[in-house]
């Protein structure tokens, strides 16, 4: 007696089983959500838009046309009278504070966080890893007066080096979380192979430590960056004169006794934001992924 297998036939689907998920709903398109997202494009891009039609208006007529209208006659006058009026003395004086507070802050919080992460089980560096995790807590609005204070007794009120230590202290803590969490990613047998070749703490640290966390130091250079480049606060607190003004700070410039250029001043936002601009674009990857990975744990 013998018997026959029939392969089974595969059942045919509707248009409407097709459409449906593995979970048994219709697909359906999320009208909500999109709507959120374009609501959220337009709250983003239009005070961009007007910022830069603005900015190539001329001032006798910005307020008797529309806000929103592109310029009838754009002119770069505006532009002329921004870097005209000292621009490239305050972005020299911005160039100084960022590089001269980035580079220190990043040097001392890799080296910081390497320390913590290959003696986790010594008491002192758990301890400093709290300590640094605390500065994360502290606002600087809450630590102005101290800072004033300090700077004041120090005799550096009016300098770019009393813009330039704040900001270092205030970049090292959120430094050391990211970078920490990136060297803890390494292997530990990396670390323990390059010991038994013979090389010290202070070779592994830049010859494989650095190599391999490179994203995370490019991350935190970057951030960095833009915190204190756009830093408003240090500036107009523990400087007076006009020559030490910072970008941020120098936008008063435009503002007179009863009125403000507001074509000129939207300008100065222009030039001001376009190494942002150029940094962000450069280094968003490291940078979106860096913060990523140091909040992840």
Known sequence: MTTTLTKPQPQKTTPRQRGRRPGGTAGRRNWLGGLAGWLWLAVVVIPLYWILITSLKARTTYYASNPLAPPADPTLDNYQLVLESEFFSYFWNSVVVTVGAV?????????????????????????????????????????????????????????????????????????????????????????????????????????????????????????????????FLLPLILTQSPSRRTLPLALWTFQGEYGVNIPALLAAVVLTTLPLIVLYVFGRRQLLSGLTAGFSR
Do not use: C, H
């Open 103 to 231: 580079v220190p802050a990043v040097a001392v919080s890799f080296m910081a966080a390497y320390a913590i992460v290959r003696g986790w089980r010594m008491r002192f560096l758990r301890v400093v890893n709290g300590l640094f995790l605390m500065g994360l807590a502290i606002p600087l609005q809450a630590t102005v007066i101290p800072i004033y204070l300090i700077i004041i007794k120090l005799q550096l009120y009016d300098s770019l080096l009393a813009l330039i230590l704040p900001s270092i202290a205030f970049s090292i803590p959120l430094s050391v979380l990211i970078l920490a969490n990136f060297i803890r990613d390494v292997p530990k047998e990396l670390f323990d192979s390059m010991r038994v070749d013979g090389a010290t703490e202070w070779g592994t640290l830049w010859r494989l430590a650095a190599p391999l966390t490179r994203p995370a130091i490019l991350t935190v250079t970057i951030f960095n960056a833009l915190t204190i480049w756009n830093g």
